[in-house]
């Protein structure tokens, strides 16, 4: 079950970049400085990544690769999510509203993926074969 959520919120996650890449691209070109623009589309960016490592997270579930290995990739997605709306969340609020205060958390963000993708790793070396 936590598998299936995975890939279907990681799914959702990637829905919701597209619109929000249409969104600056199409809504938001006008009214934003180039460098507000390419504030909000580094947001995108990292969101669509994030949310492509979530899906493969929930799939890697799915297999049989060792309690402790399954472990690893659920917490591992779950650190990409809330670097999803740390990171990204606070690069849209800083471009849409102009408030520095986001700026912070932006960082936070940064810090959740790597250690998402650290522990990515870790999972990665527990994996057990040949079961």
């Known amino acids: 079950m936590r598998a299936n959520n995975l ?7 990637a829905g919701i970049g597209v619109a929000l890449g249409a969104f ?3 809504g938001l070109k006008k009214m934003l400085s180039p460098y507000l623009l390419d504030v909000f ?4 960016q990292y ?3 994030h949310a492509t490592a979530i899906i493969i997270c929930g799939l890697l579930l799915l297999m049989n690769l060792g309690a402790k290995a399954q472990k690893y990739f659920f917490i591992a997605a779950i650190c990409f ?3 999803i709306f740390c990171f990204s ?6 471009a849409l509203t102009g408030v520095k205060w986001f ?3 932006t960082p936070l963000g940064g810090i959740t993926f790597m250690f998402g993708w650290a522990l990515f790793v870790f999972a990665a070396l527990q994996i ?3 079961k």
């Not at 589309?41 to 995108?44: D, K, R, Y």
């Not at 969340?89 to 800083?94: E, T």
């Open 24 to 26: 600056a691209s199409h």
């Open 81 to 83: 999510i809330i670097g």
């Open 7 to 13: 890939i279907a919120f990681g799914g959702v996650l």
């Open 47 to 49: 969101q669509f990544i």
């Open 89 to 94: 969340g606070s690069l849209y609020a800083l």
């Open 103 to 105: 700026g912070p958390i």
């Open 128 to 130: 057990k074969r040949g």
């Open 41 to 44: 589309s580094i947001g995108v």
